[in-house]
């Protein structure tokens, strides 16, 4: 015996909620996102038995520490820091080589990578220990 049902035809998957949701995303995204490009500064990290710069220009040594940032063993603050390495380095790219404590957090690096933006400094870090 055979049913005589209404047979019901698959229907079609709509796409088109589907893109106007990627659609959605993607301008949700392009408008959130920034398209800035960010400063960056050349580091290099000093190795023990690297051949000497070619040039006879001496680098300008900072020592940062958790209280106070020292330029070439001299107490500077931070809105002074690279009016006094342009001073001791009177050249294009000076070379500044940072020491590092243990106790100086991340932050205070930054700041200091940070006031460096703009400038054409060549930083080195000294390794410590």
Known sequence: MKLQGALQRQR????????????????????????????????????????AASSPERPVFLSLKPEEVLINGVETGFPDL????????PSARPTVLISVTDSVTSQRLVDVLNSFRGETFAVRFLKSG
């Open 12 to 51: 079609r998957l709509s796409l088109t909620s589907l893109i106007d949701v990627i659609f959605l995303l993607l301008l949700f995204f392009m408008l959130s996102s920034t398209f800035t490009k960010f400063a960056e500064i050349e580091i290099a990290s000093a190795r023990g038995g690297s051949a």
């Open 82 to 89: 690279t009016s006094a390495i342009k001073a001791l380095a």
